[in-house]
């Protein structure tokens, strides 16, 4: 999916927070930012936003010798998303269709995104996004593929969301599924990594992978042939958030996409509206 | 004062939202992105933000050939803005400091900046910004000087606050003063020019002049000489928006500064929060 106009400021905005993340040398901060415009520049080469995301924050790294400047705020998010986790427990009980709202509370969790916003408060914002509908919702033809699969991949997105997302897999596993979890091979923002995942407690309830791949976002070019052998095998493949749908929306496989709309571009894409949850396959 | 690092995402995002103004050429727009892109790397090289809006909203002009992009924006916010005229005289009819409160209903026509945001409501913007009271507010100061002072310039921001900004000189023509009003030489974003300054009844108060200068701010080695004479010699002068103070905010001569902190870097420096309006001595 092409690089909207969009991305750039994005991205910058992005590389400011990344650089202050993982240095406090000011003179850095703006060094980095120097390179980061001239590599911005070279826009139109790249395929996706992920892609252009992932030498942005390779530089970042680079530069400052920080291998994970998003770390604290990953763990942060992880703690904040384990307090909240008896409270979606309670909140999905009381829920009638368990599937529908089992999926809606794995896309709440998407608005934990540092890569957006790094001052929202967890707990009030979930509490209000935690009613709001799915704009889009192909549940009829998931639920009519789901009671003939056994396997399924979650493609996860960010650190702190993977807690969200565990209560969707244990929905899942009741219903007999073997569940695999798939995360980003390195740190990239806070898109959450193998140690995330299991931070989260999500190996209780799934096989948790590395794609292989280091975007914020996935390449199946570049996965591992493990993984390759993995999202060509299972029955069913949700995946989570923007970077994930911008890298992957394009494939022929039939994929099923949960994410919130953060962004004009994908929204207008999608024909909903910015900060509209949607759960759709393509 | 310097280019601030979150300037960068800004003035990306406001090339995108110029050259979508300027055309509807999908190609160029992004032929655009890919030189302002470019300039950007330069951003060291710039003494201030709005000198490096000035080479940005340029060049959307000259690769499109609209001359105005801003245009359309700029009349329809100076038509809102002179249907809320008599609303905002009512307002301030009612209230017992004439002078701080003409104050205010200036500054919070500093709200309508199309370069912040397009899709602002302005006239329930305004009835909700209008009663939040200033958070710097050097008024004792600024009555003394005015007991004292003849001639007063208003160095104007934005068309359409250009009609809050008449309110403040009637106010201050009311009490004597001869004012002079000054806007930008040539369309630049939304900022006024000489027909914005007029289209607003600006000429029924105070003598409207050109700076001569053409950044959304004013460099006073680039004014015209006859301008350069009325700063010299005025009593007090009031300079709105943070354009402006970005450009001017550093110079020796004393000067009122009214705005609104429209984002972290200049609220930071003011040590106020985003959004808050402000009125200091500087």
């Not at 904040?80 to 986790?85: G, I, N, P, S, T």
Request: proline fraction near 3%.
């Amino acid at each position: 999916m092409e690089v909207f106009l969009e991305c750039l400021p994005c991205t910058l905005r992005q590389a400011i927070e990344a650089s202050r993340m993982a240095t406090g040398d000011r003179a850095l901060q703006q060094a980095i930012m120097e390179e980061v415009v001239r590599l911005l520049a070279a826009f139109p080469q790249y395929k996706s936003s992920p892609e252009l995301g992932r030498v942005v924050h390779q530089l970042v790294k680079e530069r400052t010798g920080a291998a994970d400047p998003y770390k604290r705020i990953k763990m942060e998010s992880i703690a904040k998303a384990l307090q909240l986790y008896p409270v979606l427990k309670e909140f999905l009980a009381g829920q009638q269709d368990q599937l529908y709202w089992a999926l809606k509370i794995a896309v709440t969790g998407n608005s934990i995104d540092a890569a957006v916003s790094t001052k929202i408060e967890i707990k009030e914002q979930i509490e209000a996004e935690l009613t709001k509908e799915l704009a889009l919702c192909d549940l009829e033809s998931f639920a009519e593929e789901l009671r003939q699969a056994k396997r399924l991949l979650l493609i996860g997105d960010n650190a702190g969301e993977t807690v969200f997302d565990r209560i969707l897999l244990e929905k899942l596993a009741a219903d007999g599924l073997e569940l695999i979890y798939a995360v980003r091979s390195e740190p990239v923002i806070n898109d959450a990594t193998l140690e995330d995942a299991y931070a989260s407690g999500l190996a209780e309830v799934a096989r948790i992978v590395s794609t292989g791949c280091n975007v914020p976002g996935l390449l199946l070019e570049e996965c591992t042939p493990e993984f390759q052998e993995i999202f060509r095998t299972v029955d069913l493949i949700i995946s989570k958030g923007q970077g994930n749908y911008e890298t992957l929306g394009d494939l022929e496989r039939g994929i099923y996409f949960l994410l919130k709309a953060k962004c004009a571009p994908i929204a207008t894409l999608l024909g909903v509206k910015v900060n509209d949850y949607v759960f759709f396959r393509r």
